[in-house]
């Protein structure tokens, strides 16, 4: 996992058109270190999250793009087929 610079402004906004996702970095009491994505689709919140910085900053601007586009079924449907993949692993 790649160390984030002290430049790094949290959140960090990722804006397409009218359409902004944050990328909040999150710190757990042991240590570890995630960055959660949110956003909303069709007036719902929705959250990702990501392990690495550079990996949260590609998924924040491809939900980003699919929103701005208007693709929202699309991001529905990834989030429930990684749901499901989340409780079969489980």
């Not at 397409?16 to 960055?35: A, D, P, Q």
């Not at 919140?45 to 939900?63: G, H, M, P, V, Y």
């Amino acid at each position: 996992m790649k160390k984030t610079t002290r430049g790094d402004q949290f959140p960090m906004p990722v804006t397409r058109g009218s359409v902004t996702v944050l990328i909040n970095r999150i710190r757990k009491k042991n240590g570890y270190v995630y960055f959660q994505l949110r956003f909303y689709v069709d007036g719902v919140r929705k959250a990702k999250s990501c392990s690495d910085l550079d990996e949260a900053k590609r998924a924040a601007a491809t939900i980003a793009t699919k929103l701005h586009q208007g693709e929202t079924h699309d991001l529905q449907v990834a989030a429930r087929a990684d749901r499901i993949i989340h409780l079969q692993d489980g």
